[in-house]
């Protein structure tokens, strides 16, 4: 059973604020992955790691930082939050190996920016 | 650079109908090919695979999908839509190792299914 987990699974929050949206897995993965997807539209990385004490930037370019202190956790924190970065983020993670193989998703994190 | 096409942003078939969802891949490399399964408001699920060896790939809920290497396609289909099948389908190319093992997404294909 793969269990990856995202909290808070929804977030109403007003402009300014500082967020951290949570995301844990306990299958050991070193690779995880964070998305961004708006409604009804592709997903775009924005920020993966290989393994401890390792970050990366993604394709989409992000105002959100990304930290991997821990293999299981990789949260992603949003120092001001804007109405621009009302969207859907999602948390994924996958087995080593050359290619990214499956990867398994959270159930992800709806923020809306107020 | 690998990329990914989905034909088609929104499919409609009735209960019952085939379901036939295309993607058309482009890869420098021998290509990892994925479909996955969105509902409402949750994360993606995976439904199929390809790898290496057969090229008609059998996956969960009883979506199937052939590798076609000579078409770059790899087309998602099922015999009999039923209702529970409506959601976003995503099709997608392992990006290989000089792309840091990323999956490229295709932009989605909605399924609705009509009674």
């Known amino acids: 059973e793969a269990d990856i987990y995202q909290t808070p699974r929804y977030l109403v929050i007003g402009t300014g604020k500082k967020i951290t949206l949570e995301c844990s897995q306990t299958?050991?993965?070193?690779?995880m992955y964070w998305y961004q997807q708006d409604p009804g539209m592709e997903l775009h990385l924005i920020h993966y790691?290989?393994?401890?004490?390792?970050?990366e930037k993604g394709d989409l370019s992000s105002e959100s930082t990304v930290s991997r202190i821990r293999t299981e956790h990789f949260p992603l924190t949003l120092e001001s939050a804007r109405p621009s970065h009302t969207s859907q983020y999602l948390c994924a993670s996958s087995e080593p190996g050359p290619g990214s193989g499956e990867q398994y998703f959270g159930p992800g994190t709806r923020l809306t920016v107020t | 650079a690998q990329s990914v096409t989905q034909l088609g942003s929104h499919v409609s078939v009735s209960e019952g109908a085939l379901v036939l969802l295309r993607c058309n891949y482009s890869?420098?490399?021998?290509?990892?090919l994925f479909w996955y399964v969105q509902y409402p408001n949750q994360g993606l699920q995976l439904l199929l695979k390809?790898?290496?060896?057969?090229?008609l790939v059998k996956g969960i809920n009883g979506f199937e999908a052939e590798f076609k290497k000579s078409e770059t396609s790899f087309h998602l289909t099922k015999p009999s839509a039923h209702m529970s099948d409506a959601a976003e389908y995503f099709c997608a190319v392992d990006g290989g190792s000089n792309q840091g093992g990323k999956l490229i997404f295709g932009q989605g294909t909605e399924l609705s299914v009509k009674p």
């Open positions: 790691s290989y393994g401890v004490n390792s970050t």
């Open positions: 390809y790898t290496t060896g057969a090229t």
């Open positions: 890869s420098s490399v021998p290509p990892y």
């Open positions: 299958m050991g993965h070193d690779k």
